[in-house]
């Protein structure tokens, strides 16, 4: 096994060999959500691609801090409370409490530091105050602006000429700018509005200006990844590097960018505003989280993924043979693997780990994820099923998948409207019995009324077992 890490940065356009800044601690930042609805599943595409990705930078090193910040304060999180009549805290509690709980299903781990950033208004006014006494910045008419042209490599990340920056930009060709691609670093709130107080009068920060502090404060002036989609490079990372690295006497925020590609439906990205959206809500109702969270990462994260239904069908069935290839061997123990100083014990098999080490080769990592639980349903001896399915379940675990009871992955959940797992077990028992008793009309009967209901049944030596379709 290789233990070199690559990825592509998005900043030399290759891949590199990823060489922290410090070996014992990595840090990341990933740009998160604005919460002010229900997470599509093109949300949660950077969500699970980072996840996955963090999973095995905790497998290499030390130490890794994850922060991935809430955006909490923001023109749409305004106008959908201004909507419902609440306070922007009232709105964004509850949805960051939805967002938890659907990525949760999708097995994506915590970060180290989730960080609102209406609790980071002062470093971000702080920062403001730095970039104006530097000359980067001006305050005109209650606003404050980036002067882009104080930052001879601006438009280094995005590789973008000025005139596209300008229209890439949309920006408002507003009179009090002095360059039309100068960006908001603050901007004047209506009294009475949602907003703070600042030198510059009352009023509330650019998008932009929010992940520069928060990444700063959490992680420091220089940190080792940072990440979003590709939809971020520009303006929002374009301008987050202008603003740090002109606060910090040049230093860049950070020394590798990495961006997932789009979640595309028909050709075209998931998006709210094209309406052509699946929320994470909604697909959870007809699939596992486990079998969105496969479905995400079978496409390499920089290229586009396509969702469709089928597609998630078969990410289900794939999980249903992976799991079945474990169920086969409950019994089997595993083998105890010694943990290295500092590092989690890593039994994943190498073929696997060297495909996520170079740029995390997800679909690779699938395709051998295949044989070996091909190879773990044709092992016979202990050994072997011991070693196959440490293996099987380690590679799960890297993905983010397998992280289920094997039993509590075929029962899933129970549908609004359909047995619950109390009546189905009832219903197995009574079949029992009529079998016992050679009634057999009713024991199909039985098991047929159990089939229409998606319950699927299956006699074995130890009795029979059940799963839902
Ligand atoms: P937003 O909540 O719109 O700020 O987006 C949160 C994250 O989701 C950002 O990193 C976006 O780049 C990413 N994102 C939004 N739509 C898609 C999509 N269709 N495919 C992949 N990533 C997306
Ligand atoms: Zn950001």
């Known amino acids: 096994m290789t233990t070199q890490l690559t990825i592509h940065n998005t900043l030399t356009r290759t891949k590199e060999a990823f060489e922290p800044l410090d070996p014992a601690h990595v840090r990341m930042y990933v740009c998160g959500p604005t919460v002010y609805d229900f997470a599509h599943l093109g949300n949660a595409r950077p969500v699970v691609v980072f996840d996955t990705f963090y999973r095995l930078l905790k497998r290499h090193f030390p130490k890794v ?40 299903q999708l097995n994506a781990l915590r970060p180290d530091f989730e960080p609102r950033a209406t609790d980071y208004i002062a470093q971000m006014i702080a920062l403001t105050q730095t970039l104006i006494e530097r000359g980067h910045a001006y305050e005109a008419e209650g606003h ?24 890439g930009a949309r920006v408002e060709i507003a009179p009090y700018k002095k360059d039309p691609a100068d960006f908001v670093l603050w901007k004047p709130a209506p009294e009475g509005g949602e907003g703070w107080d600042s030198p510059w009068g009352y009023g509330r920060p650019g998008w932009h200006l929010e992940c520069s502090a928060m990444a700063d404060d959490l992680l420091g002036e220089t940190f080792d990844i ?39 439906v028909n050709g075209e990205k998931m998006s709210k505003s094209l309406g052509n959206f ?38 289900k069935a794939t999980l249903d043979k992976w799991y079945g290839a474990l169920r086969k061997v409950q019994d089997v123990p595993l083998p105890v693997i010694p943990a290295k100083a500092g590092i989690q014990a890593n039994s994943v098999p190498a073929a696997i780990e060297d495909a996520l080490l170079d740029d995390l080769n997800t679909p690779l990592a699938i395709a051998h994820i295949h044989d070996l639980a091909s190879e773990l349903n044709r092992a016979e001896d202990a050994d072997t099923k011991a070693k196959l399915k440490a293996g099987l379940l380690a590679a799960g675990e890297a993905l983010g998948l397998l992280l289920q009871d094997v039993e509590s992955w075929f029962k899933g959940a129970a ?36 089939a229409a209901q998606g319950i699927i049944l299956q006699d074995g030596p130890t009795g029979t077992t059940w799963r839902r379709e």
């Open 144 to 167: 404050v602006l980036f002067a882009v042209e104080t930052m001879p490599d601006y438009g280094k990340l995005s590789r973008r000429t000025r005139d596209e920056l300008i229209a």
């Open 278 to 315: 699946f929320t994470v809500h909604e697909l959870l109702e007809e699939a596992p989280g486990e079998a969105l969270r496969l479905s995400l990462l079978a496409s390499h994260y920089r290229q586009p993924c396509d969702f469709t239904k089928e597609g998630l069908a078969k990410a």
């Open 226 to 264: 940072h990440g979003g989609g590709l939809d971020l490079i520009f303006p929002h990372h374009e301008n987050e590097i202008a603003q740090s690295s002109c606060a910090h006497c040049g230093k860049p925020p950070a020394k590798y960018w990495m961006h997932n590609g789009f979640l595309i």
């Open 65 to 104: 801090t994850y922060a991935r910040n809430i955006t909490d304060v923001d023109d749409k999180i305004l106008a959908r409370a201004k909507e419902r009549n609440v306070s922007i805290k009232e709105l964004t509690v509850g949805t960051t409490k939805i967002f938890h709980e659907d990525m949760d």
């Open 415 to 450: 549908q609004k409207g359909g047995p619950t797992d109390a009546e189905i077990e009832a219903q197995i028992a009574a079949r029992l019995e009529s079998r016992q008793a050679k009634n057999f009309a009713e024991s199909d009967r039985i098991r047929d009324a159990l």
